[in-house]
């Protein structure tokens, strides 16, 4: 399909400003890349999608149901990061492609690992060890145990919606970086264009436009 002059205008008229910048706002928030270099139909599109896959994802990992200890679930236990010889974490790399809205992983963990009682409730907490000692801070979380026998399914489910939603935004990071894909097929498209028409041009010949005197000489 041949594109339109306002069609050529719209891919030559893509500011991508610093695509350095662009990408990684894209990745600190999803949308942000695009809304910084204008594209906001974009942006609104990327955010929307990606953020409403992550949070339905987080949304399938929580709940209110109280453990044995009387403590609560708690929210956001499909997000964690872990890296010890327990377990190793490795969907969180995926998770982290959204950005900014997965980093409380990070803080969390530090805190459980050093001992100290993680915030907000254990909100995006990796799970407490089962060999944890009794004086322990965190001896409310639950462990990871706990979290696959109250949650699952929604464990497993959760955990893969937040991984999509951080390699979707991948891709809207190497938009905000490169720019509208197509835009080497575009302009491959509009030199064949430009050599058809000159083609016919040539094939149509002189026609009505020869110089007077030109039938004559041809008679002679």
């Known amino acids: 399909m041949t594109p339109t002059d306002e069609e ?31 594209r906001t139909a974009k942006a609104g599109l990327f955010f929307v999608c990606i953020m409403g896959t992550y949070l339905y994802g987080l949304c399938l990992g929580s709940s209110n149901q109280e453990l044995p200890g009387g403590h609560p679930i708690g929210w956001g236990r499909v997000v964690y990061f872990s890296w010890g010889p327990e377990e190793k974490r490795l969907a969180y790399f995926c998770q982290v492609g959204t950005g900014l809205p997965a980093l409380p992983a990070l803080v969390q963990a530090s805190r459980m690992s050093s001992g100290k009682r993680v915030w907000w409730g254990g909100f995006m907490a990796p799970p407490r060890r089962e060999d944890s000692p009794s004086d322990d801070p965190n001896r409310s979380q639950p462990t990871a145990n706990e979290l696959n026998y109250y949650l699952h399914p929604y464990l497993e489910l959760g955990k893969h919606f937040t991984m999509i939603a951080g390699l979707l935004n991948i891709l809207a990071i190497y938009d905000a970086w490169g720019g509208p894909v197509f835009t080497e097929t575009a302009k491959k498209e509009d030199e064949k264009e430009d050599k058809e028409k000159k083609k016919d041009e040539d094939q149509e010949g002189p026609g009505d436009d020869a110089p007077p005197g030109e039938g004559a000489r041809g008679e002679g």
């Open 8 to 38: 050529r205008e719209q891919r030559e008229s893509v500011d991508l400003k610093d695509p350095g910048l662009a990408a990684f706002l894209a990745w600190l928030l999803p949308g942000l890349g695009h809304l910084y270099q204008g």
